[in-house]
T-cell receptor, first 114, second 112 residues
């Protein structure tokens, strides 16, 4: 049981390049989330999904797109990377939105945009 | 808009001491409150979750309390150990909301 995994762990991009971050979970969770963590800003929700084939915007969605084609995978895409997107990106998943359910986090992807 | 504040930003104590980390939030209409631990370069690990109807939760040497009316939560760590050194994050989920709102964390160092 690997939990939540993220690929890649590190990436350096040039401004304008594109990339996709992959999140995978093996806990059969319905809900998946993408956050970014920045110094002085805490963790902020980018996009989330309440099930296969569904996505919704979070707090800071601009410049990002997501897809949930399979229940176990949640992809975060940057079409044209900008230096402001330099951050650590975390994926998380949870079984439901029940008040008793916690979110399980992946190890993070450190992205630098030059 | 919900805001979560954690004070202090950093704390350093000798091994063996009992300590308290503080978390405050501005909107008392919450669904639950969670405490997470984050080790350098790693993801977040959930420590304790307190539902809105609960006052406290305990796990081993950790005890978290919740006072919704005053907008406060505390994380009590008993008999601290060097392995407790990490950043501790508080997060609240508002009623009807899908997202967690995080504080900026308290970086805890336990000195042997």
């Amino acid at each position: 049981n690997a939990g939540v995994t993220q690929t890649p762990k590190f990436r350096v991009l040039k401004t304008g390049q594109s990339m996709t971050l992959l999140c995978a979970q093996d806990m059969n969770h319905e809900y998946m989330y993408w956050y970014r963590q920045d110094p002085g800003m805490g963790l902020r929700l980018i996009h989330y999904s309440v099930g296969e084939g569904t996505t919704a915007k979070g707090e800071v969605p601009d410049g990002y797109n997501v897809s949930r084609l399979k229940k176990q995978n949640f992809l975060l895409g940057l079409e044209s990377a900008a230096p402001s997107q330099t951050s650590v990106y975390f994926c998380a998943s949870s079984y439901s939105f029940s008040k008793a359910d916690t979110q399980y986090f992946g190890p993070g992807t450190r992205l630098t945009v030059l | 808009k919900q805001e979560v504040t954690q004070i202090p930003a950093a704390l350093s104590v000798p091994e063996g001491e009992n300590l308290v980390l503080n978390c405050s939030f501005t909107d008392s209409a919450i669904y639950n409150l969670q405490w997470f631990r984050q080790d350098p370069g790693k993801g977040l690990t959930s420590l304790l979750l307190i539902q809105s109807s609960q006052r406290e939760q305990t796990s081993g040497r950790l005890n978290a309390s919740l006072d919704k009316s005053s907008g406060r939560s505390t994380l009590y760590i008993a008999a601290s150990q060097p392995g407790d050194s990490a950043t501790y994050l508080c997060a609240v989920r508002g009623q009807g909301a899908q997202k967690l709102v995080f504080g900026q964390g308290t970086r805890l160092t336990i000195n042997p």
